[in-house]
C-alpha cells in the first residue's frame, strides 16, 4: 500500500504491515492473476491471433522463465509511473545520495538513515534534513510533504528537534500547491487556502521552504537547484 510508506520511512510501520497478497485478494473476488511481467500489446492481433492480446513474461517464482499470450476484448495499462531519478544527477538511493520513501524497500532505507542521524543528534550533532521534490517538473508533493512532519515528529519524540534544521525544497508556485494549483481545506470552521495552510503548519513547526524549485543536480551533502525568476542556488544537507 504505497501511500503508507511514508509511516515505514519514520520508522513507525513495518514493510509487512504495507504489504500484503495480492492473490487471495483477486482469489476471493474471482480474478484470474497471473503474476507476470506485460512486455507487449498486439492491438491487431497477428500471430496466431484474431483477437487482441498481450504477452506476458512471468515473474512468479513457479513459472520464471516463462512466457504467455493473453487475449482480451477490453485492456486496461495501469503500470503506474516510473521513479525517474536518472532525470537529476545525484538523486536517488541507487545511483546518488538521497533517500526516497517511494517503495517499501527504499522507505527502510530512509528510516535506517533518519535512526542513525537521530543518534548522532543525540551525542550532540547538528543535522539538516532537506525533504521535497528532486526534479522541476515532479508533479506530486504530497508524499513528501507528509513525510516531513513524520521526521518532525521522529525528531521531537527523541528529543532532538532542537539540533535539526529541517527545509522543505519543492518546484510548487507557492507551498501548498501540491502540484494541483492549490487546495481549499475546511478546518475549525474557516475555508483556508492551501498556501496559508501550508505556511501556518511549517512555521508552528519551526519547518523551513523554498518553492519555485528545480533541484538540478546533488552532490554528496549539498543540492543544487534553480528557481523560476532564474536565479541558481546551493543547499547543504546531512
Ligand atoms: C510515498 C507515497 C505516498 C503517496 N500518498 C498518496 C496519498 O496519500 N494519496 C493519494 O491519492 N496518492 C498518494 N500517492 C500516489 C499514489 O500512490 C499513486 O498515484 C498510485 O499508487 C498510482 O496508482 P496506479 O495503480 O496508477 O500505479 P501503481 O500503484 O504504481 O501500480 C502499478 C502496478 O503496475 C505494475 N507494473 C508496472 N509495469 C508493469 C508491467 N510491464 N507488467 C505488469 N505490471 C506492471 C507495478 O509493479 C505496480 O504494481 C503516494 C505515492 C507515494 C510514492
Redesign the pocket.
Known amino acids: 500500500w504505497?501511500?503508507s510508506?511514508?509511516w515505514v520511512g519514520a520508522g513507525e510501520m513495518t514493510e509487512r504491515q504495507v504489504t500484503f497478497e495480492l492473490a487471495p485478494v483477486y482469489k476471493k473476488i474471482n480474478v484470474g492473476l497471473r503474476q507476470?511481467?506485460?512486455?507487449s500489446i498486439h492491438p491487431e492481433g497477428g500471430s496466431g491471433h484474431e483477437s487482441p492480446f498481450v504477452t506476458i513474461e512471468y515473474t512468479d517464482p513457479a513459472r520464471v522463465g516463462q512466457s504467455d499470450e493473453i487475449e482480451y476484448d477490453y485492456l486496461v495499462n495501469?503500470?503506474?509511473?516510473k521513479l525517474n531519478f536518472d532525470a537529476t544527477p545525484g538523486l536517488g538511493p541507487e545511483k546518488g545520495y538521497t533517500m526516497s520513501?517511494?517503495t517499501p524497500s527504499h522507505a527502510l532505507e530512509a528510516n535506517g538513515q533518519l535512526q542513525k542521524c537521530v543518534q548522532e543528534m543525540k551525542a550532540g550533532a547538528r543535522k539538516t534534513f532537506v525533504i521535497g521534490t528532486g526534479h522541476g517538473m515532479c508533479t506530486?508533493q504530497?508524499?513528501a510533504f507528509?513525510y516531513i512532519y513524520n521526521v518532525d515528529h521522529v525528531l521531537r519524540e527523541a528529543g532532538v528537534r532542537h539540533l535539526a534544521r529541517v527545509v522543505w525544497i519543492s518546484n510548487e508556485y507557492e507551498l501548498g500547491d501540491f502540484g494541483m494549483g492549490g487546495v481549499h481545506i475546511t478546518r475549525g470552521g474557516y475555508l483556508t487556502n492551501g498556501k496559508v495552510f501550508a505556511e501556518s503548519l511549517m512555521v508552528e513547526r519551526g519547518l523551513e521552504w523554498i518553492t519555485r524549485a528545480a533541484v538540478t543536480k546533488v552532490e554528496p551533502g549539498k543540492i543544487h537547484y534553480e528557481q523560476l525568476d532564474g536565479s541558481v542556488h546551493e543547499l547543504e544537507f546531512d
Not at 495501469?78 to 509511473?81: M, S
Open positions: 504505497i501511500p510508506n511514508i507476470a511481467r506485460a512486455v495501469a503500470t503506474g509511473p520513501v517511494c506530486c504530497g508524499a507528509e
